[in-house]
C-alpha cells in the first residue's frame, strides 16, 4: 500500500493510537495496523471482534488499546 494512503487511512482514522488507525464504519470500527497494512481487524464498538487476520497477540493489544482509548474517539458512544 502507498505511503500517501496510508497518510490519508490515518487522516480519516478517528483515532491513532500505536500505529493503529480505528476508524468508524457504521456500527462498526475498522483497525489497521499501519506498520504492517496487512494486519486489520473490524470490531463492534462493544470491543467483540467481527473479522479479522491479526495474530492472537496482536488482537489482544488491540482491544487494550481499543479499551482504554475509545472514549477519545469522536462520535463512538461506547
Do not use: C, H
Not at 9 to 26: C, H, P, R, S
Not at 61 to 67: G, H, K, R, T
Amino acid at each position: 500500500m502507498p505511503e500517501s494512503e496510508l497518510m490519508k487511512i490515518a487522516d480519516n482514522a478517528g483515532m491513532v493510537v500505536n500505529g493503529y488507525a480505528f476508524t468508524k464504519k457504521g456500527s462498526a470500527i475498522s483497525i489497521l495496523n499501519l506498520n504492517n497494512p496487512d494486519s486489520a481487524m473490524v470490531i463492534a464498538r462493544d470491543g467483540k471482534i467481527l473479522e479479522t487476520n491479526m495474530s492472537p497477540i496482536e488482537q489482544v493489544l488491540v482491544l487494550n488499546y481499543w479499551a482504554k482509548n475509545s472514549v477519545f474517539m469522536e462520535d463512538t458512544d461506547v
